[in-house]
């Protein structure tokens, strides 16, 4: 295939993937990333682009995008008042620590592996989406100390292994030691920026091998980093008109449904079923 007929239809594919992340960030409050990632993984697979870093670029790109849209998320929460600033500057040297630690271990794998990984957390995620209670606590403050400095790495950490920003983890533990949920969304954004600016400026060096798409640097892709940025510029506010129209709960539920199925492909294909 020619490669301008290929860009073509990268851009489209890119296109309708940006559209979707962008309606169901407005319309659940779900990170973009916990979609694009599987939506980059099948969409390159699909152009030809399946070597053994592939995942490593979806993870990449994936979190290139969570820079632009965590950055807009916390000003405009900041301006609501809603973020908690004690919370994000004591958790975030653990953060950066555990995001950086997570861009030297993704380097590292190949596809196979990071799939079976990003299988393995979205089906805990899901399944935390689908039946976890507002009302579970493990306490009644955010934790200090050691209990601080074991957890805020992992948030970091794992949230790399994803492609994802703080919203997965962050939101979750936040609530768990009884933090109210719009503060715990406006911070764990603030979440997002700590974990995503160091991952890729590792990942901007990681050297990929042959059969990356055009226009990548490092292990991020500069076409579906533009369209998904456009895209959800465009698409979520529409979500957002969706969610005061509509009831989101049952949604959510049956959006955690789709990413329990889409975790267990993942963990599928990676076991080679």
Known sequence: MPETALLLQMALMLMAIGAFAGV?????????????????????????????????????????????????????????????????????????????????????????????????????????????????????????????????????????????????????????????IHRAVATAAGFGVLIAVPSVIGFLFVDMQAGKPPLTIGAVNLVAFGIIIAMTLITAPLGVKLAHAMDPKPLKRVFAVFLVLVAVNMLRKALGW
């Open 24 to 180: 169901l960030a407005g319309l659940l409050g779900v990170g973009g990333g916990i979609v694009l990632v599987p939506a980059f993984f099948y969409a390159f697979q699909t152009l030809g682009y399946d070597g053994p870093q592939l995942m490593q670029m979806c993870l990449a790109t994936s979190l290139a995008t969570i820079i632009v849209t965590s950055l807009r998320s916390v000003h405009s929460h900041n301006k609501k008042g809603a973020v908690d600033w004690q919370i994000l500057r004591s958790w975030a040297p653990g953060i950066v620590i555990g995001a950086i630690i997570g861009m030297l271990l993704v380097a590292q794998l190949r596809s196979g592996t990071l799939q079976a990984i990003f299988g393995g957390l979205a089906l805990i995620v899901g399944l935390y989406m689908g039946f976890g209670r507002a009302e579970w606590r493990l306490g009644q403050a955010m934790p200090t100390g050691v209990l601080r400095a074991v957890l805020s790495p992992g948030v970091g950490f794992l949230s790399v292994l994803m492609g994802i920003g703080g919203g997965s983890f962050g939101v979750p533990l936040m609530s768990l030691f009884n933090t109210p």
